[in-house]
């Protein structure tokens, strides 16, 4: 059956179909390839029904339970455990029942442990392209519904897991409520004019190579709203259009805007464990230089803090972070890039410490009046000080000295006390110059 036919369908009628035609055939593979996946259908007490009609996918790939809720007209809403709004709606009265499922990879991590729950997550995908269609598992095509132009069509309430997307132009697409795109193709999505309450997750929204089409995700003419993408990949183009209220996780993200901006957007590097710290520090840098490109230095001063805070950490792996040098270096040169990497270590930590890496002036405020207190109590115990055990003139001194470098009414006669209240004094300039420069810079909002 062509694209168009089922996108011709009510979405009732493409359910239906999908549940008949299409899960059955992905259904057994899953249960073929999964471990332990007939003991979680038992243990949950699921079957087909259930899980054909209220989400594939999620049944399969969330990762915390599932509320399963019947409403007083019979409507039957797949909830996530943890949404805020779902204490409201069993305070309205609106649910007659509800159920709780543990997804099969949250359940196969909680009682099979980590091992083999990355084992099974890791081949759980997309795994080649033959003839412009996905393949999952290498052996099972997607569904094809894209590769064709839809105008004012209906989305709402399908079922677009474990489909294909490629090439899917959508002119003015509107639905009410979310679209789980899971587990799916969305290569050269593009939409038209406004749209809402997209969700991506482990969706290929990009890929390296020629297609034969447009690869980025357009959105073009419209505001786009509740956009949410989990491990996808996203390279978005937005053109004369605002991004607002949405969520990008994982660190394989690129954007370009024309005309545009974007608002309340969260952006996190996502939880895969092999991404290493400068990979992380580089998606921040990106996210960063969009804010600065709309000017809006508060945001871009958030995820500049977030940039530097894992170039600090990277420096703690330096034959990753360096990796491509670590392997071709003799001895002598390892050592040399670990001295080099735990140099820029104690820079890193210095500036985290002092100022939060410009991003947070309060610190010098906190790193000085540690400094004086320091000094105050040194001064006050050692037996060379001109006042030890005078608690009140030690901490004048101490005060004085980090401030004005001394008024010269005390000052120190044991050479060890005088080259300290010297650094004390160095101390006190560099602190609050750090202290004036950073407020200056995050008082100065364009």
Known sequence: MSAEKFWTMEPEQF??????????????????????F?????????????????????????NEPLILCEYERGELHLFDES???????????W??????????????????????????????????????????????????LGNIKLNRAVISGRHLDFCSLDGLQMNNCHSNQHTYVWYSSAIGLTFYGSS????????????????????????????????????????????????????????????ILEYSSFDSVAFDAGEDEYTNHLAKARFFEKIKSLYSSIGNSVDAGRHFYEEQKYLLLAQLHPSVTYRSEWLKSSLLQKAKILMQS???????VTSFITWGFGERPARSLFASIGLIAISALLYYLHPGSVTVSDSWSSLYFSIVTFVTLGYGDIYQKATPLRIYSSLEAFGGMFLIGLFLAGYASKSKQY
């Open 15 to 36: 359910n239906s179909w999908r549940k008949q035609n299409d899960y059955p055939r992905l259904f057994e593979v899953f249960r073929k390839k999964l471990p332990h």
């Open 38 to 62: 007939d003991t979680w259908l038992s243990n949950e007490s699921l079957n087909t029904e259930i899980i054909f009609d209220n989400g594939f996918a999620r049944f399969l790939g969330t």
């Open 83 to 93: 949404l805020e709004q779902l204490p409201s709606i069993r305070k309205a009265g």
């Open 95 to 144: 649910i007659l029942s509800e159920r709780k499922y543990a997804p099969y990879f949250y359940w196969l991590r909680r009682n099979y442990g980590e091992e083999k729950y990355t084992a099974a997550k890791r081949e759980f995908r997309i795994s080649s392209w033959r003839g412009g269609i996905p393949y999952f598992y290498n052996e099972v095509p997607l569904l094809q």
């Open 196 to 255: 809402a309450f997209w969700n991506f997750n482990k969706t290929s929204c990009w890929m390296h190579g020629d297609v034969g089409y447009r690869k980025e995700m357009l959105l073009t003419d419209g505001s786009f709203q509740d956009f949410h993408f989990k491990d996808s990949d996203p390279h978005l183009h937005l053109v004369r259009s605002k991004l607002k209220m949405s969520s990008v996780s994982g660190i394989n993200f690129e954007c």
């Open 342 to 348: 735990y140099f820029r270590l104690l820079l890193y």
